[in-house]
T-cell receptor, first 117, second 116 residues
Framework: AQKVTQAQTEISVVEKEDVTLDCVYE???????LFWYKQPPSGELVFLIR??????QNEISGRYSWNFQKSTSSFNFTITASQVVDSAVYFC??????????????FGTGTKLQVIP | EAEVAQSPRYKITEKSQAVAFWCDPI?????LYWYRQILGQGPELLVQ????????DSQLPKDRFSAERLKGVDSTLKIQPAELGDSAMYLC??????????????FGNGTRLTVT
């Protein structure tokens, strides 16, 4: 069974502050993938990043960075120098293989980020 | 970049009526997903297709919901009869993956359903 926990329901920060969104996952698979998606007020979920279970290197993309730690089953997302445009709901997701051989994706409950100007 | 098309964008219907949503995935994407998202919650999978076959409908309320993807391309999700508790955003997504699990999902804009 797969499970994704995003314990932070809502976070508010002042513009230019750094913010970290937490994601903890559970899976019995040895090979799996982790994703982050952004859902702005317009509603469409947008893919941000993907990591596989064998690659624990942290990744940085502009103001975004991701910290994957297999030992703690966590895949945290940090936004540096937050901007108002970062205001959205962010979802962490876990992808693994179902018994029928198809891709099974489980989403967390999301963290709503509000960046205050 | 190609997008997942969904229609309608908004739908208001009275309870006990029938309602249908349509989705056209990105060309070449084998897997199509229908999710329901209640306000303030994460997407919940209703049904997943691989090509024209249903691979997961374990969370689909089959007494009132049905889904089809006859030619393995576009898909329709139907609710009959609609209930007040069905009010939610219905999201369609597609991915390349068949046997690989690394395919990101590409989402449409969703259909916001309000049942009165």
């Amino acid at each position: 069974a797969q499970k994704v926990t995003q314990a932070q329901t809502e976070i508010s920060v002042v513009e230019k502050e750094d913010v970290t969104l937490d994601c903890v996952y559970e899976t019995r698979d040895t090979t799996y993938y982790l994703f982050w998606y952004k859902q702005p007020p317009s509603g469409e979920l947008v893919f941000l990043i993907r990591r596989n279970s064998f690659d624990e290197q942290n990744e940085i993309s502009g103001r975004y960075s991701w910290n994957f730690q297999k030992s703690t089953s966590s895949f945290n997302f940090t936004i540096t120098a937050s901007q108002v445009v970062d205001s959205a709901v962010y979802f962490c997701a876990l992808s693994g293989g179902a018994s029928g051989g198809y891709q099974k994706v489980t989403f967390g409950t999301g963290t709503k980020l509000q960046v205050i100007p | 970049e190609a997008e997942v098309a969904q229609s309608p964008r908004y739908k208001i219907t009275e309870k006990s009526q029938a309602v249908a949503f349509w989705c056209d995935p990105i060309s070449g994407h084998a897997t199509l997903y229908w999710y329901r998202q209640i306000l303030g919650q994460g997407p919940e999978l209703l049904v997943q297709f691989q090509d024209e076959s249903v691979v997961d409908d374990s969370q689909l309320p089959k007494d009132r919901f049905s889904a089809e993807r006859l030619k393995g391309v576009d898909s329709t999700l139907k609710i009959q009869p609609a209930e007040l508790g069905d009010s939610a955003m219905y999201l369609c997504a597609s991915s390349l993956g068949r046997s690989s699990y690394n395919s990101p999902l590409h989402f449409g804009n969703g259909t916001r359903l309000t049942v009165t």
